[in-house]
């Protein structure tokens, strides 16, 4: 634990949210910086970013800026520059698309190829079963919750960007981790 006598600190960590097209990566990002939510879809081409401060302790203030990168993206060849120097990542996907929870795996592997900390240890990953507003959700938790066992995922949190819900408690936890891991 920090001393009480130590100099206030502000940490600037970099944070992915990666995921198929549609699944609501920047709804959540607008959602959680600005506080808005809104139901038309506008395709993000290449990547946008956008910071949130935090005052995390009395001591300490952490400014994330969120890599919010098109899910169009994916066989992109921006991508690695795009992943380059973040800490730590948030993987989305859509609960009433059970395609978009299959191609998970593959936005990990992906992740995992092009960053890593530096001492060579993967990245902290959070998983976002968004989009849980909707009625018809199609994806299993206890699925869900074993994929996340078995690739050493941090949590996984159902989400909704547009109800504001547990997005919040997901970008925590990422500080969390990452903090711990300094
Ligand atoms: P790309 O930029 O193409 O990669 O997509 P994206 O992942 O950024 O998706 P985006 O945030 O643009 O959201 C896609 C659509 O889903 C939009 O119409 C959003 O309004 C809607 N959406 C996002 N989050 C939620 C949610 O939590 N609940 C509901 N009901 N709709 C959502
Ligand atoms: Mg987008």
Redesign the pocket.
Known sequence: ARQPSAPPRELLFKFLVIGDYGVG??AIVRRYTEGKFSSNYK??IGADFAIKSLQWDPGTKVNLQLW?I?GHERFGYMTRVYFKYAVAAAVVFDVSRIATFQSVQKWLTDLREKVSLQDGSPVPVVLLANKCDIAAASVPTDLVARFCRDNGLVAWYLTSAKENIAIDEAMACLVRQVLALR
């Open positions: 990566k920047t395709i993000t919010d098109a």
